[in-house]
């Protein structure tokens, strides 16, 4: 469960709206995770920290290339998670990520988590978030709330990654 929640708090922060015409980082199956992407997170970071009144490392830096290394990976274990889930015949529909805009339960709206956090509420990254949490979910039914740690697991193991030079994991 620990990571699912940790997942959908990535989805939560990721900002994608699918940029093209950027240099492409890595592909899982198929799937391009391109620089645009890496630098959305990394300044979604960068406006949280502002907004915590939080240092955050200069551009060009050792420290800034290790948080594009992390938000590359993020980018990453989204798209193994996406790419398993279709595997399995789980796909959220529009219908769902409409109706579900507000998360059911305890937590809070991902507009309420977006605005606390200093963040830009976008239409399509609110939807793109709602999409992932949906689909962890989804993917918790299925497997099993006491195994999907470790299909999680197994499915970033499994699927494979390509990556650009210089942008591999170390």
Known sequence: MRAVTALAAIAAALLLAGCGGSATLARVQGQPITKAQVDQLVERGKNEARHDNRAFPSSGTPAYRAIEQQALGLLVA????????????IEVGDAQVNANVRLPGEHKSLLETLFESGGEPDRAVLER?????LTLRALERRVGATRIDAWLARVRRTTPVTY??????A
Not at 78 to 89: F, I, N, T
Not at 129 to 133: F, G, I, K, L, P
Not at 164 to 169: H, K, R, Y
């Open 78 to 89: 989204q798209a193994q998670v996406e790419a398993a889930a279709k595997r399995l015949g």
């Open 129 to 133: 978030d709602v999409r992932m949490e």
């Open 164 to 169: 650009a030079s210089g942008w591999a994991p």
